[in-house]
């Protein structure tokens, strides 16, 4: 079984995908290769380094490609302080996979694997393009159908999805998601993953969701019963000020990578003081929005 993984990553986000794909490795079943796709935007050669070492010293059958990827043609795209352009990279899988990649896995670089993800790879599309996991709140779903114009209030997270690359392809999707993305404009407040809602209405099915856990906002969370953590929104668990759950979980995997130890600077707690307050200095890109109502 040879499994085709995409993940896109920026130079903030390495240690996320190191855990990302390491996780992956630990847990996939015998007999199956995994192949990574890595969508890379300002990765230092350092980092790339290091995470062809994650995957080669994982001890797993694996492969690990790097792409690199123009993000200025989404500059006119909407961006925020916490999702940059490098989210949008993902649309352009049609472009980066090989030809002779039929179906592939999307992973978001702040997530934990602790489950066999052939399980995942074998799911039933149903003859659609994207399975995901979908949107658990009603009055959240229908904010999204309302804010997107959409026909029905279904909603997915794109955080992990299986999709179909020969559909996708043959769809077009990519070029309708940027379109999407285009005509939403300033709506676009969860960017890639609105347009890809946008784009795939109608066309993908609902994934159980322990394939994409919300660490923040689930207290019921339980190692055991979850597939795939995911640590939306800030701060992420590489930061010196986070203190959510599943931080030490994070760093159980982070040190099988080349990564082994890395801990975030924080000494006398002053890390934690100076991450929070760089989170709180306004986004000026969002501020020239709200105040001119420009991008």
């Keep these: 079984m040879h499994i085709h993984i995409l993940l896109a990553v920026d130079a903030r986000q390495v240690l996320g995908c190191a855990v990302s794909m390491r996780s992956v490795l630990e847990h996939v079943r015998p007999g199956a290769e995994v192949h990574f796709h890595l969508m890379t935007d300002g990765v230092p050669d350092r980092d790339r380094a290091a995470l062809r070492e994650t995957v080669a010293g994982s001890g797993r059958p694996a492969t690990l490609a ?26 352009l ?7 002779d990649v039929e179906r592939c896995i999307y992973l978001d670089c702040d997530m934990v694997v602790v489950r066999d993800i052939a399980e995942a790879w074998t799911f039933d599309l149903r003859g659609m393009t994207l399975a995901a996991v979908e ?14 114009g959409l026909a029905a209030p279904r909603y997915f997270n794109s955080g992990f999805a299986v999709i179909d690359v020969t559909r996708w392809r043959a769809r077009g999707v990519s ?12 709506r676009l407040v969860l960017h890639d993953q609105d347009a ?42 590489w930061s010196a000020d ?17 990564y082994a130890g890395h801990r975030p600077w924080n000494p006398l707690g002053l890390g934690a003081i100076v991450a929070r307050a760089r989170r709180r200095i306004p986004y000026l890109p969002t501020v020239v929005r709200v105040l001119f109502g420009g991008r």
């Design 66 to 91: 790097l792409y690199d990827v123009d993000v200025s043609r989404f500059e006119h795209l909407m961006r925020s302080k916490l999702i940059s352009h490098t989210a949008y990279a993902r649309l």
């Design 135 to 148: 949107d658990g709140k009603e009055v959240d779903a229908r904010a999204h159908q309302e804010r997107l």
């Design 196 to 237: 890809m809602n946008c784009a795939l209405e109608g066309d993908w099915v609902p994934l159980p969701n322990e394939w994409n856990a919300h660490v923040p906002f689930t207290e019921w969370l339980r190692e055991d019963s979850e597939a795939v953590f995911h640590y939306t929104s800030a701060p992420k668990p």
């Design 242 to 258: 986070y203190d959510r759950r599943f931080g030490a979980l994070f760093y159980r995997y982070l040190d099988l990578t080349a």
């Design 93 to 99: 899988l049609d472009e980066v996979l090989p030809p």
């Design 175 to 186: 070029a309708s998601a940027i379109t999407h993305a285009e005509r939403v404009g300033d």
